[in-house]
Nanobody, 126 residues
Framework: EVQLVESGGGLVQAGGSLRLSCAASGFTFDDSVIAWFRQAPGKEREGVSCISSRDGSVNYADSVKGRFTISSDNAKNTVHLEMNSLNVNDTAVYYC???????????????????WGQGTQVTVSS
């Protein structure tokens, strides 16, 4: 059974930091890309960041470049998203997703993945 379990969400003040984690199981992690998406109320789902477990390449949405850092621990089948300098526009439900069909750029822009987690809420207060 495939599982993607997100953790680390919560309430933080603007300017603060959070670290999200995505624990993966049930598929070939080393041959996949793992991405983070987010969806705020009333808005479309947005691709935030992605990392390829194959070669370590990463992609970021322009809105988070320089503030968010994605990393992968292949030994633990876990991907982390370090989020710094958070602002109210970062408030959303954050989803972890995984796939092996497309590379990171297509996953983020097509918003297409084979597997999805249940999401974790991130709320940034002003």
């Amino acid at each position: 059974e495939v599982q993607l379990v997100e953790s680390g969400g919560g309430l933080v003040q603007a300017g603060g930091s959070l670290r999200l984690s995505c624990a993966a199981s049930g598929f070939t992690f080393d041959d996949s890309v793992i991405a983070w998406f987010r969806q705020a109320p009333g808005k479309e789902r947005e691709g935030v960041s992605c990392i390829s477990s194959r070669d370590g390449s990463v992609n970021y949405a322009d809105s988070v470049k320089g503030r968010f850092t994605i990393s992968s621990d292949n030994a633990k089948n876990t991907v982390h998203l370090e989020m710094n300098s958070l602002n109210v526009n970062d408030t959303a439900v954050y989803y972890c997703a995984a796939g092996s069909t497309f590379g990171c750029w297509l996953v983020l822009h097509l918003k297409s993945a084979d597997y999805w987690g249940q999401g974790t809420q991130v709320t940034v207060s002003s």
